[in-house]
């Protein structure tokens, strides 16, 4: 069967038009643009040091409680635990997914492990609205990266889960496993523990993108896979966001990193 040409028209079925407006995620990230501008108006900013510790803290330590939970369920499911993870596996009754199979709908799907820690890790990404929550409340700028992070990853994760594109399971494993190191780091940090851990978290966003790029780019030479507009659209929308969201980071660990010694040593040039 030979594929149909990938056209605007062809990518936006109905299928896919129903998904956009009929799902919760639409709902959702509209009312995530409204919550900076609506929480800076209310007196729950808070710019005192030391301020929402307690609530930071739990929030950060549930956070990577859960982010961790999610990677080792993924992992169970798709057999990369040399067998240490048997017992997760004869709980759920379930066995390892055999990946990049030829077949519609992806058999990973009907995996408990991976179907149901997938839909938690998708709606997780609402909850990490808190994340924008705690700098505002916090009297803290928002980043256009913190902003259209948090915006596209529900998206994504969205439009992985209501097509069952099989590829989502690059985003959980990869992004669970970040958010277990990061969240660890900042209910430290919260609690008052001074080390910085900043450039390496960075570090390991920027590569995760990259490691992804290629974990997913097999997906497209799949026969079933190529035959559906919202698979490819999946796909496609999957690329955009991270390619973006790479960029933003490359911009923010430059700046972090060297842009601003490199402004402060010009301000000092400068009073000389």
Same mark, same amino acid.
């Given at each position: 069967m030979v594929a149909p040409p990938i056209t605007l028209e062809w990518l936006l079925s109905p299928k896919l038009k129903d998904a956009v407006f009929g799902g919760e995620v639409l709902y959702f990230s509209i009312a995530y643009l409204f919550l900076a501008p609506i929480l800076k108006r209310t007196p729950l900013v808070d710019t005192r040091k030391g301020a929402y510790k307690s609530g930071m803290i739990a929030y950060n330590v549930i956070m990577c409680v859960f982010s961790l939970v999610c990677f080792i369920c993924q992992l169970a499911a798709l057999g990369y635990d040399m067998g240490y993870l048997q017992w997760v596996r004869d709980l759920t009754g379930d066995e390892i997914v055999p990946l990049y199979q030829d077949v519609s709908p992806s058999p990973a799907f009907s995996n408990k492990l991976f179907k149901y820690s997938s839909i938690a890790f998708h709606y997780s990404k609402y909850v990490e609205y808190m994340d924008t929550a705690w700098l505002v409340m916090k009297g803290k700028p928002v980043s256009l990266l913190q902003g259209f992070h948090h915006f596209g990853a529900a998206w994504d994760?969205?439009? +992985?889960? $209501?097509?069952?594109?099989?590829? =989502?399971?690059?985003?959980?494993? &990869?992004?669970?496993?970040?958010? $277990? =190191?990061?969240?660890?780091?900042?209910?430290?940090?919260?609690? +008052?523990? %001074?080390?910085?851990? %900043?450039?390496? =978290?960075? &570090?390991?966003? =920027?590569?995760q993108f990259n490691v992804g790029f290629v974990m997913v780019y097999h997906y497209i030479t799949l026969e079933y896979f190529r035959n559906s507009p919202e698979l490819v659209f999946s796909y496609l929308f999957n690329y955009a966001y991270v390619c973006t969201v790479l960029l933003l980071f490359m911009q923010f660990f430059y700046m972090d990193n060297f842009g601003k010694k490199k402004a402060a040593a010009a301000a000092g040039k400068k009073k000389k």
């Open positions: 994760t969205y439009f +992985g889960i $209501t097509f069952q594109n099989e590829g =989502i399971y690059v985003f959980v494993v &990869l992004n669970a496993f970040i958010h $277990t =190191i990061m969240y660890a780091y900042y209910a430290a940090t919260a609690a +008052g523990l %001074k080390f910085s851990l %900043k450039f390496v =978290i960075t &570090l390991m966003q =920027i590569t």
